[in-house]
């Protein structure tokens, strides 16, 4: 019997890597086979979701759904988020509700979780807990209805270069099932009052940074949103484009509509802005109106300084949401059947920190918004 061992090698070689070849493939259907039973039980849950809003609100179909509660508004409700694996919340906790009519101004340093929360409002990324509510519909349980209500402009935009403005304007008019007689009006006066018309059919690509970010604002308005959210949108731009973007900001919020914009230009806010949040370390630190800060002769700056100075530096993490969930369910099964008045925290601390600051006695900054209003 002749033995060939360069036969024998081969013939052992084709056989491991047959091997190998068997074990990817294998590995890749358990792959797919994993990625389809969690897609099932995704949309299991979406349907028991669509059935319970439905049951809440008695109608037949989600899109019919509206809370008339938060009509006309922006209502975010106890939203974490939480990245992969991390052991730390990049947002904790974050409440906050717009009214229609208002300009909105989202502040903090750079990390602080702005955008976050701005991409978790748009639907860009999924809360891990807590609600967003948007002119009535739920982002998350009636994501396309809750869209048709937004209008974004991101911090950094991404447009089809290739085509020309007029042409990338329509085409998210299209999207947004909007009629050519609304979308003609609507392009035809905010190419006026941005002074695009040399440039609106002219490609993407040969537009600078300032006439693509108002092609970008111009998309986001095509549709007349209940909501425009700009995060940063005044970054790069000159004067004249600074003026005309903020001139469309006010127009848009006397229409009744919400702006809600972050932003690092303090001195802007302070001059285009109903109302400020301050937001450091995922924590949304204080709330406050311009109004409330001019009755107590205090400039936005200094109040900006002050509150994130003030403020503590710690985050959230998985095992302190745990045990403030814990207490939550303890003091739910403790008060149940008892009514109780109890304190907003936020604003007895936006309080403090107004007093703080103008050397009066905490408390005194309510009574005469009291006043005010009377």
Known sequence: MVFYPIYQLLFFAVYVLLGLAMWFVYAWVFQIQDFYIKLQEKNRKIKVEEYALCAKYNKNKVDECMNTE??????????????????YFSVADASLEVNAGEIFGFLGPNGAGKS????????????????IEINGYDIYKQPEMAKMQLGFVPDHYALYEKLTGREYINYVADLYEVSKKERDERMEKYVTMLNMQTAIDNQIRTYSHGMKQKIAIMSALIHNPKLWILDEPLTGLDPTSIFQVKECMKEHARNGNIVFFSSHIIDIVEKLCDRIMIIKRGQIRTSV??????????????????????????????KDFEQMHKKDVLNDKNNEGKTKEIPNDKSVKNDSIIAKNNNIPAGNSKKSAKNKKK
């Not at 938060?70 to 052991?87: F, P």
């Not at 976050?116 to 609600?131: D, E, N, R």
């Not at 107590?296 to 002050?306: D, H, S, W």
């Open 70 to 87: 938060s009509q006309n508004k922006l209502v975010v409700k106890n939203v974490y988020k939480k990245y992969g694996n991390n052991e």
């Open 116 to 131: 976050t929360i701005i991409k978790c409002i748009v639907g860009i990324q999924p809360a891990t807990s807590g609600s």
């Open 289 to 318: 109106t311009l109004d409330e800060l001019k009755e107590k002769n205090i400039g936005l700056e200094e109040f900006y300084l002050k509150t994130i100075n003030d403020t503590d530096d710690k985050i959230v993490s998985v």
